[in-house]
């Protein structure tokens, strides 16, 4: 099993839709978790992080963890097309060492 | 954006050849690190620092050395580049961030590398 494991996508929702995105992970990583944001031929920029089960909302984005299905998962609501990216999720292990996934591309469908 | 820069940010080489990337910081962060990102596999850690001249190894240092000689310049070299080396690098730097002050990693704009 990955320690990070994302659907690879792409995934494609209607402008104006929740676009849902989900991480799996394994025991090795169980501290703080990211969600990343990464525009083509661009770096990373970090969204959220969420160390708590439970929801984060901070504006259109809410993101939730839940450590006893190893699952965190991202939504983004009222989708704009300026949200198609490849989004990636990250967690930090007990040595402080980030663990990313391979990313989930979304597409937002104007 | 944390005040990370790359040099360069786009480089051509030849297989054999020696390459150094470059990352300097303006804002005194005690870590820094180094990743590869290829299709399919994500950002890949090779080497980090948690201090001048501390470095470790991450999960794909075969083949890269670092050195960090100030706490601003933090520099990956591929001593003999390989095409398998043919990747985007990103170097990152750690920051609290948040009301909670947690330990988040930062980016630079990266440097993408061809070996031929």
């Known amino acids: 099993q990955k320690e990070v494991e994302q659907n690879s996508g792409p995934l494609s929702v209607p402008e104006g839709a929740i676009a849902s995105l989900n991480c799996t992970y394994s025991d090795r990583v169980s501290q703080s978790f990211f969600w990343y944001r990464q525009y083509s031929g661009k770096s990373p920029e970090l969204i959220m992080s969420?160390?708590?089960?439970g929801d984060k909302e901070d504006g259109r984005f809410t993101a939730q963890l839940n450590k006893a299905s190893q699952y965190v998962s991202l939504l983004i609501r009222d989708s704009q097309p300026s949200d198609s990216a490849t989004y990636l999720c990250a967690g930090k292990t007990s040595y402080d060492k980030v663990i990313f996934g391979p990313g989930t591309s979304l597409s937002v469908i104007p | 954006d944390a005040g990370i820069t790359q040099s360069p940010r786009h480089k051509v080489t030849e297989t054999g050849t020696p390459v150094t990337l470059r990352c300097h910081q303006t804002e005194n962060h005690r870590y820094m690190y180094w990743y590869r990102q290829d299709p399919g596999h994500g950002l890949r850690l090779i080497h980090y620092s948690y201090g001048v001249k501390d470095t470790d190894k991450g999960e794909v240092s075969d083949g890269y050395s670092v050195s960090r000689s100030k706490t601003e310049d933090f520099l990956l070299t591929l001593e003999s580049a390989t095409s398998s080396q043919t990747s985007v690098y990103f170097c990152?730097?750690?920051?609290?961030?948040?009301?909670?002050?947690?330990?988040?990693?930062?980016f630079g704009p990266g440097t993408r590398l061809t070996v031929l």
């Open positions: 990152a730097i750690s920051a609290l961030a948040g009301a909670a002050g947690t330990d988040t990693q930062y």
């Open positions: 969420i160390y708590s089960n």
